[in-house]
């Protein structure tokens, strides 16, 4: 259902974050929450898998932010997704909740996001309230050509996007990104670009837009919605950790301490010899040094990012959770790579 412009203004404007895994877009929200320029914004976030953890990652006292975490967003996103937009609209004009001025909804990175716009976009019970605003995509410049050529929700999240975030640059050979920017032209050389180091982003990339237009985005992208439009539910969400053939997602949590020399080890071993089938990991752990701050670990394929802090337990819940995106990789061989680790030498040297 088409509608003008001037129809719009007063329908709040919601950005979809999408980008595959471990491409940076929570370490980004990270950032842009703390930004006084993205106060008075509600985040919807959806994780693949049986325990969420990036809305505990951001840090913010925003009573605004809904984790959906409850499988794949391509899949929940006829039923959980319209609930949720719509019960937040109904929570703000009872007052219940602070009144947001925008929504920023960050998908899954295993996210099709054509139902997503699809949905958000022809949906009478979401655009009686909201108007589908832009689409940002990140991209990783270390790991970004191998995904586009393994994985077709990659190609579709840089085709449909309106802005694309170049994360992790810092990282790779500043000669390397070359050919990613060359395949980034011929997917959607219409988007805005910009580097993203750390997380540090521009929020005028997430507020600016006035209504996404698939048009400008090549006839693929008109296609895709197209067949949305035609198409039944997925089938595949029977299985909350599963997406399709052979992905699938696993979490270990554990209350005993550890030290930072054996997660240290734990996640070097893991990145070596399960490198090419470790498609994310992200948790909390505690650890034996400083154990009232929890250490925040990422790791992307061979990539194992440098251990941060936060300031406190999310939920007061002391407690090692490590979430596991992997293709072939098993949850018994992690766990027993863990426990090795934690019983050994390893766990008592100094780092």
Request: aromatic fraction near 6%; charged fraction near 20%; hydrophobic fraction near 40%.
């Amino acid at each position: 259902m088409a509608r003008t412009k001037n129809l719009c203004v007063d329908l709040i404007p919601v950005t979809v974050l999408t980008g595959f895994l471990g491409s940076g877009k929570t370490t980004i929200l990270a950032q842009l929450v703390q930004n006084p320029a993205f106060v008075d914004t509600a985040i919807i976030i959806n994780e693949f898998g049986e325990v969420g953890l990036d809305h505990a990652l951001l840090e913010a006292s925003n009573e605004s932010i809904v984790d959906l975490s409850c499988g794949c967003i391509c899949c929940t996103i006829r039923g959980d997704l319209v609930s949720t937009l719509t019960n937040l609209f109904e929570r703000r004009t009872c007052g219940e909740i602070q009144e947001f001025k925008r929504v920023v909804i960050e998908t899954t990175g295993l996210a099709d996001p054509a139902p997503i716009i699809h949905t958000l976009m022809q949906e009478p019970k979401v655009f009686d309230n909201y108007r589908l605003a832009r689409v940002v995509t990140t991209i990783d410049a270390v790991n970004g050509m191998r995904v586009l050529d393994h994985n077709p929700e990659a190609i579709k999240q840089v085709a449909m996007a309106d802005t694309l975030l170049i994360t992790k640059n810092d990282i790779n050979d500043p000669l390397g990104i070359g050919p990613l920017t060359d395949r980034l032209d011929g997917l959607n050389p219409g988007a805005v670009r910009s580097i993203c180091i750390h997380g540090e982003t521009d929020p005028m990339y997430f507020f600016s837009g006035g209504i996404y237009d698939p048009s400008e985005k090549g006839r693929d992208v008109s296609n895709w919605l197209a067949k949305e439009a035609a198409s039944s539910p997925h089938n595949h969400h029977s299985d909350i950790n599963r997406h399709g053939s052979g992905i699938q997602t696993f979490s270990l949590l554990r209350t005993k301490a550890i030290s930072r020399s054996a997660l240290a080890i734990f996640m070097q071993m893991l990145a070596d010899q399960k490198g090419d089938d470790l498609l994310r990991l992200k948790g909390l752990v505690h650890l034996n040094e400083n154990s009232e701050w929890p250490a925040v670990v990422h790791g992307v394929q061979h990539v194992i990012h440098p251990i941060k802090r936060l300031s406190a337990w999310p939920d007061n819940i002391v407690q090692t959770r490590l979430v596991f995106i992997v293709q072939g990789i098993e949850k018994e061989w992690v766990e027993d790579l863990l426990n090795k680790v934690t019983d050994s030498a390893y766990a008592r040297l100094s780092v």
